[in-house]
Nanobody, 125 residues
């Protein structure tokens, strides 16, 4: 079992920044791919990005590439998603999710094994 807890959501003006955190606990997770998804109101959940604990390679969806940054702290067992240059279209609930395969682009939510409860991000004009 792996427990994931997101934090850092909130209300921000367009052009601003936020940093989301995903703290992991439970089983050894060094082999997991840690992913972020988001779900905007009335829309399907979509992949945002992924990062492995063991390597520095990150994957980001094209819609956020150049604005969002993934990082991790292995000591704190926490993965971070830095959201820069936020737009109203980034308004969504952001979820942390883990699976046991190698990270890649366009991961599917049905492949995720563990989910956090989400952190709400609201971007105003």
């Amino acid at each position: 079992q792996l427990q994931l807890v997101e934090s850092g959501g909130g209300l921000v003006q367009a052009g601003g920044s936020l940093r989301l955190s995903c703290a992991a606990s439970g089983d050894s997770f060094s082999s997991y791919c840690m992913n972020w998804f988001r779900q905007a109101p009335g829309k399907a959940r979509e992949f945002v990005g992924g990062i492995m604990w063991s390597v520095t390679t990150t994957y980001l969806a094209s819609s956020v590439k150049g604005r969002f940054i993934l990082s991790r702290d292995n000591v704190k067992k926490t993965v971070y998603l830095r959201l820069n240059s936020l737009e109203p279209g980034d308004t969504a609930v952001y979820y942390c999710a883990a699976d046991e395969s190698t990270c890649g682009e366009n991961r599917r939510e049905e492949d995720m094994l563990y989910w956090g409860k989400g952190a709400r991000v609201t971007v105003s004009l």
